[in-house]
């Protein structure tokens, strides 16, 4: 069974810094773009990074652009969101998702673009 497991959430001070995983289980990530998705309550389900697991390449939205960093390890079938820099607005569930589709941009901003999902893990960003 292919799954995507996030782990990571929690509580953190505002200004601080986070670290999320994306573990893959009954396949490999390595021809597959993740994305890394949140979802406040009430809100749609947004986009934040994404990254090819076969040539490395980012995408960020505008609204994590130099404070979060996505990256994988392949070895480990894992990817990471590093998030610095940590705002309130920040306070949502994260979700990893994976697709096959290319465009790391087009594919980032539409979540119905993804084949799996992961669980989703709670992040809460205090003031």
């Known amino acids: 069974e292919r799954q995507l497991v996030e782990s990571g959430g929690g509580l953190v001070q505002a200004g601080g810094s986070l670290r999320l995983a994306c573990a893959a289980s009954g396949f490999s990530l390595d021809d597959w773009a993740i994305a890394w998705f949140r979802q406040a309550p009430g809100k749609e389900r947004e986009g934040m990074a994404s990254i090819s697991s076969s040539d490395g390449s980012t995408y960020y939205s505008d609204s994590v652009k130099g404070r979060f960093t996505v990256s994988s390890d392949n070895a480990k079938n894992t990817v990471y969101l590093q998030m610095n820099s940590l705002k309130p607005e920040d306070t949502a569930v994260y979700y990893c998702?994976?697709?096959?589709?290319?465009?790391?941009?087009?594919?980032?901003?539409?979540?119905?673009?993804?084949?799996?999902w992961g669980q989703g893990t709670q992040f809460t960003v205090s003031t």
């Open positions: 998702g994976a697709t096959l589709k290319p465009g790391l941009k087009e594919t980032c901003t539409a979540a119905s673009s993804y084949f799996y």
